[in-house]
């Protein structure tokens, strides 16, 4: 049973830039959650997926956009790049039905380093 | 919006010992509490949760207790080993929504 997967698991770009990150969630799962953890502090939430809706949002510019397929992956894009994206982007499965969407798993990551 | 803080940030015990972690939050609305541990270069792992219809729960080693009058919770860890080295990280929820709302980490060291 596969758990949370991401690609790539390291990026760097330029200033300006645009980037796609890619999140495959818990087998079974339905929801996923993308969070920005810079170094040395807790995962900030930007948003959540389900249904392929956003369903939620947290306090991140329009420059950063996602997208649910029918199959539940997701990506992340963030346009416009700027130096204070650098971070670790974490995507997190959770199901809807089962223990609900607040009880997240975690993938690996995607480290992001802006230039 | 909802608020964690957690403490302490670094926590250095000697094996063997308990280490204890708190959090509080400020949305009395929030039901649901779960711990993460983020070792370096990893992926945080939900190592256990409890929603506000209980005030404690325990799986081996590790407790969480929940006041929901003090709006406080904390992470008890029993006869720490060197592999329970890691940054623990506090988060509240709301049930069924997705923004969890993590404190700052705790850097937790077991001395051999």
């Known amino acids: 049973d596969a758990g949370v997967t991401q690609s790539p698991t390291h990026l760097i770009k330029t200033r300006g830039q645009q980037v796609t990150l890619r999140c495959s969630p818990k087998?079974?799962?339905?929801?996923v959650s993308w969070y920005q953890q810079a170094l040395g502090q807790g995962p900030q939430f930007i948003f959540q997926?389900?249904?392929?809706?956003?369903?939620q949002r947290g306090n991140f510019p329009d420059r950063f956009s996602g997208h649910q397929f029918p199959n539940y992956s997701s990506e992340l894009n963030v346009n416009a790049l700027l130096l204070g994206d650098s971070a670790l982007y974490l995507c997190?499965?959770?199901?809807?039905?089962?223990?609900?969407?607040?009880?997240?798993?975690f993938g690996p990551g995607t480290r992001l380093l802006v230039l | 919006g909802e608020n964690v803080e957690q403490h302490p940030s670094t926590l250095s015990v000697q094996e063997g010992d308990s280490a204890v972690i708190k959090c509080t939050y400020s949305?009395?609305?929030?039901?649901?509490f779960p711990w993460y541990k983020q070792e370096l270069g990893k992926r945080p792992q939900l190592i256990i949760d409890i929603r506000s219809n209980v005030g404690e729960k325990k799986d081996q080693r590790i407790a969480v207790t929940l006041n929901k009058t003090a709006k406080h919770f904390s992470l008890h860890i029993t006869e720490t080993q060197p592999e329970d080295s890691a940054v623990y990280f506090c988060a509240a929820s709301k049930r069924s929504q997705g923004n969890l709302i993590f404190g700052k980490g705790t850097k937790l060291s077991v001395k051999p």
């Open positions: 087998s079974g799962h339905d929801t």
């Open positions: 997190a499965s959770s199901s809807y039905l089962w223990e609900g969407q607040e009880t997240q798993y």
């Open positions: 949305d009395s609305a929030s039901n649901y």
């Open positions: 997926y389900y249904e392929e809706e956003e369903r």
